[in-house]
């Protein structure tokens, strides 16, 4: 999860500098959205093993917490994006910075999570 947050922080950090806003290129865009959808399918796979990590009476916790937080990014991102990009307060290059920042806000979240280590059962 956190090494899924850093390839798209830092995706989206690259593409905020070699993005032309006046003739955005399409190549470039394609590639920026199939790393982040890739990274989002690699990150919600990396969640089937959060019962591994995470002590189990925390976990009930945890999930809700995460999913929480993941549903209201998932409805509010899009809604502030697309109000900052319509109105003109930003450009293109300063929402993949905006969006970089929550990718790497998300990292430092994740760096919250208390991991346990797993001891060998079969001795």
Do not use: H, R
Request: with cysteine; proline share 3%; hydrophobic share 55%.
């Amino acid at each position: 999860m956190i090494w899924t947050d850093t390839i798209s922080g830092l995706m989206c950090l690259s593409g905020s500098f070699y993005v032309n806003n006046e003739q955005p290129q399409i190549c470039l865009l394609i590639i920026i959205t199939f790393v982040l959808n890739l990274m989002l399918a690699l990150n919600s796979a990396a969640k089937a093993i959060t019962p591994e990590v995470v002590i189990k009476i925390y976990l009930q916790k945890f999930n809700a917490i995460s999913n929480t937080f993941f549903n209201l990014a998932n409805m509010a991102a899009p809604l502030v994006g697309g109000a900052l990009l319509t109105i003109k307060n930003i450009d293109f290059s300063e929402f993949l910075l905006i969006n970089a920042l929550s990718y790497i806000v998300a990292l430092c979240i994740n760096f919250l999570i208390p991991y346990k280590k797993v001891q060998d059962e079969k001795k």
